[in-house]
């Protein structure tokens, strides 16, 4: 019994009913020998791990089970109480680490004990947790939670990559705007793989990343140059023509090739294939151009040998 207390003590809070708690967990205190508090105490972080894995299913409970962590939390202290989200992302705060970790661990099983349906959960409560926590607390740890849901993105199960998808917006919208900017090309090329397959989700993010943040990010359109020109992302791409061209005034053939010629040697495949595509296509419609760099002077431009480079180091791409 003590060594499952996490798991007790968030399904009494969950399903007891209130005027039958407190005697549940007096009888729990009874049979264990320990009293309340210590007992508590003992599993603090996993106390807080399970009971916020439902958060999304049971708010209210999982509130008030918090709130009656915080009160237990020493006994030589006066009695805590949380009664707003901001007081509750306060107590959460320092061990918000260790709960992101415990989600980490169960999205990333693989095992038949962690199913589709608990794994949707924990992504569902993982947008409860970032609402609640607030841009405050969620933009320290934004590095953390990238790593959980690019994680996630490598599944087949198109239910939890939905909700995945919902979580990049829900985490994308909590950050404070200025940090928005920096990730833009990495979200970019996490979702480019799921475009077609999941557009209703996915289109959503880019729109508010390029056109609803883009006072915040637009420093950092020149980093997009791999993004496909198709219907989908119309708005998208007119947005990124026209902040490019007033930061360009009228770009000339070697400014439009470099940001194609730096996305060409990107890590990502996808990322490759979308930049050699636009540079085919930019290279066909700027022949007159091509040819001026290559004789129009004494040596060859450097951005043509550059360009040779990597293309040839591309041929040797296993990929």
Known sequence: MINNVHHIFSYLVRFCPKNELGKSLTYLQTETDIELGSLLRSHYQNL??????????????????????????????????????????????????????????????????????????????????????????????????????????????????????????????????????????????????????????????????????????????HELSFIPDIPLLKQVNTTLRTYIDEQTSKPDFVTRVRPSLRAISHDSVDVRIQALTKLRQLLQTNQKQVVECVLGNDTVDTIITELVAELLTGCRDSD
């Open 48 to 221: 807080h791990n399970v009971l916020l894995l439902h958060l999304s299913t049971n708010y209210q409970d999982v509130f008030q089970g918090l709130a009656l962590l915080a009160d237990k939390n020493q006994s030589d202290k006066p009695s805590v109480n949380i009664t707003t989200d901001h007081q509750m992302s306060d107590f959460v705060r320092p061990r918000l680490l260790g709960v992101l970790s415990y989600f980490d661990s169960q999205l990333s099983n693989s095992s038949d004990d962690v199913t589709v349906d608990d794994k949707k959960l924990a992504l569902e409560s993982l947008m409860s947790i970032m609402k609640m926590m607030g841009a405050r607390n969620i933009t320290p740890v934004r590095v953390k939670i990238m790593t959980i849901l690019r994680m996630v993105m490598a599944t087949d199960d198109a239910d939890i990559l939905e909700v995945n998808c919902r979580a990049w917006l829900c985490f994308l919208q909590t950050l404070e705007p200025p940090a928005l900017g920096p990730l833009l090309s990495q979200v970019i090329v996490i979702l480019l793989p799921l475009l077609h397959k999941l557009p209703q989700y996915t289109v959503p993010i880019v729109n508010f990343l390029i056109i609803q943040s883009c006072e915040f990010t637009k420093e950092y359109f």
